[in-house]
Each structure stands twice: as structure tokens, then as C-alpha cells.
């Protein structure tokens, strides 16, 4: 309720914009992993205006690690304060994960589906999901609880317009 009534009562100072980053995490399946993703639409900032500015758009984001890769497709809120310090940043991703030879808490060579959320505040990522194995297999995990933590770092300036 609290949340609804600051959505609509704040100016909307939001534009039309790309929020491209890369990052570094740490946690399952892909062990340490390298992510590129990019945020898009016509509600991402492209500038923190009048003390902050607030969009959301589609993402896409893939990563690469020591344990597996995925792809992620979904929808993200930005919010980017004029003092720059301060970007908060959530999303909410279908996943699909491969696993390699060694992921971290699932099934190796398996491909997993499932639903992740995360949270990104200046350069910290935090993410939490659930996904569900694809393949039948004797052994290793059926449902797999996913984390992670790293650094998240937007690429290119903020352009006025």
C-alpha cells in the first residue's frame, strides 16, 4: 500500500534509456561467474533528474561461469538518484541454467528452468531463485535452490537529453 501510494505520487521523471552492466558473482550452479545483461524500454532513465528518476523495462541477461551458463529474460526497476552513489536495481528473470562437468549444488551436464529475482544496490548483486531440472536423472538435484552475490557495474555514462 505504502509502495502504491509513492509510486503515483512521485513525479515521473523517468525516460526513455538503456541501463547496459556487467558483473561478477559468486554462487549456484555456475560457481564464479562473469554476467552481461542489459535492461531496455522506455521507462529505463537515461538521467536522475529532480533528485531521482524511476523506470522499469524489460531485461536480458546472460552469464558464463566455472559451473554452468544461463540466460535470463524478464522485467527490472531502476532507480538512479541524482547524486549518482545511489542506484537501487531489481529484476525478476525466467532462467534457463546448463551445467557443466562441476556446478556448484546441482546436477552436472543438466539443464535446469526456473524463476530468480535480484537486487542491486550501487555495485552490490544479490540473487535468490528456484529451478526445476528438465532432464531425468538418477542422481543430483531435481530442484535447485539458486544465490549469488557480487559486483554489478553499469557500462557507458548517463547521457542528458
Known sequence: ??????????????????????GLSFGTSERAAAHLGISFGHDIPSEA???????????VEAAV????????????????TEGK?????????????RTWDRPRSASPHATYLGVEGGLSISFMRFTMGVSKRLERKDSGANVLFTWGAGLQIRMGRRQAR
Not at 500500500?1 to 556487467?22: D, E, K, N
Open 1 to 22: 500500500m505504502i509502495l502504491a501510494v509513492l509510486l503515483t505520487g512521485l513525479p515521473s521523471a523517468a525516460r526513455a534509456g538503456r541501463f547496459p552492466y556487467w
Open 85 to 97: 552513489p545511489l542506484r537501487v536495481y531489481a529484476d525478476v528473470k525466467a532462467v534457463t541454467t
Open 65 to 80: 561461469g566455472m559451473g554452468g551458463a544461463s540466460l535470463g529474460l524478464g522485467r527490472s526497476i531502476l532507480i538512479l
Open 49 to 59: 533528474g529532480e533528485g531521482f528518476a524511476l523506470g522499469s523495462g524489460p531485461v
